[in-house]
Each structure stands twice: as C-alpha cells, then as structure tokens.
C-alpha cells in the first residue's frame, strides 16, 4: 500500500507542477485581471510559486502537510472566484466553468486528506522521524 500513496502524491503533485509554470506567463496574468484579480501581476505568479512549492513539498514527501495547506490556501480562492460557474450564462461557458470548479473541489479535498494524513511511509518526512526515533534509542539506552 505504501507504493499507492507514492503514487497518489506523484500524481497529485503533477497536475500542480505543471500548471504553476503558466502563472508566470502575461496571458494567465492578463486572464485574471480581466476576471477581477487584483493585483493580478504579483498575485499570479505569487500563486505559481505557492503552487509549485506545494507540490514539490507533498512529491517528495518533505513537509508534505505544509505543502498541502499551501495547496488549500491556493485552490480555495481560485476556485471559488475564477470558476464560479453560477455566475455564467452562456451554457457552454457554464459546463467548461463547473468542470473546473468541481476538478478545483475535488484537489481541494485531496489537500485537506494530505494536510491530516501526511505523506505515508515512503516519504523524506518518514525517514527524518525515523532518523530521529532511532538517535532518542541510542541516547537512552547505553551501548553494550
């Protein structure tokens, strides 16, 4: 099962990964602008790198809580403000804008399980607490 959560994390982490390298562009800046970002040209790239810290933080496993509270902290008003479908009227628009909303909910709710759960056992996370449990050993018991 450790193998399924490593997987889970790469594939989670991926789909942020790639993304975050677009909040750099002027385009992503200029589309959020027009959708009432403010600030759009230090928030948009301001998100891109939240994102992809995030995703490399619960990749390798390394402060993987953190970087899923940075996730959270990202998606929640992404979200809710660039994919707010309800505001829509055009229905195609409103299909594509729900789609986004919705795929936005569900990474929402992966972070949350990550930000409780942690990285699993395949994680740098779970070498460094070993690390440690095992020097907290050697430190009590005298060597022989």
Same mark, same amino acid.
């Given at each position: 099962?450790?193998?399924?959560?490593?997987?889970?994390?790469?594939?989670?982490?991926?789909?942020?990964?790639?993304?975050?390298?677009?909040?750099?562009?002027?385009?992503?800046? /200029?589309?959020?602008?027009?959708? /009432?970002?403010?600030?759009?040209?230090?928030?948009?790239?301001?998100?891109?790198?939240?994102?992809?810290? /995030?995703?490399?933080?619960?990749?390798?496993?390394?402060?993987?809580?953190?970087?899923?509270?940075?996730?959270?902290?990202?998606?929640?008003?992404?979200?809710?403000?660039?994919?707010?479908?309800?505001?829509?009227?055009?229905?195609?628009?409103?299909?594509?804008?729900?789609?986004?909303?919705?795929?936005?909910?569900?990474?929402?709710?992966?972070?949350?399980?990550?930000?409780?759960? /942690?990285?699993?056992?395949?994680?740098?996370?779970?070498?460094?607490?070993?690390?440690?449990?095992?020097?907290?050993?050697?430190?009590?018991?005298?060597?022989?």
């Amino acid at each position: 099962m450790k193998y399924v959560l490593l997987a889970g994390r790469v594939l989670f982490s991926a789909v942020f990964i790639m993304s975050s390298f677009g909040h750099f562009s002027q385009a992503t800046i /200029g589309y959020a602008a027009s959708a /009432g970002v403010p600030l759009a040209n230090v928030l948009v790239p301001l998100s891109g790198i939240m994102e992809l810290v /995030g995703a490399l933080l619960i990749l390798t496993g390394y402060k993987a809580k953190w970087g899923a509270w940075l996730l959270v902290i990202f998606l929640v008003p992404v979200t809710f403000s660039l994919h707010a479908f309800w505001k829509t009227t055009e229905p195609m628009q409103q299909k594509l804008e729900m789609a986004a909303f919705m795929k936005n909910i569900s990474m929402l709710g992966a972070a949350l399980i990550i930000s409780y759960m /942690g990285s699993g056992s395949l994680s740098i996370d779970n070498l460094i607490s070993r690390n440690k449990l095992v020097n907290r050993r050697q430190q009590v018991s005298p060597a022989h």
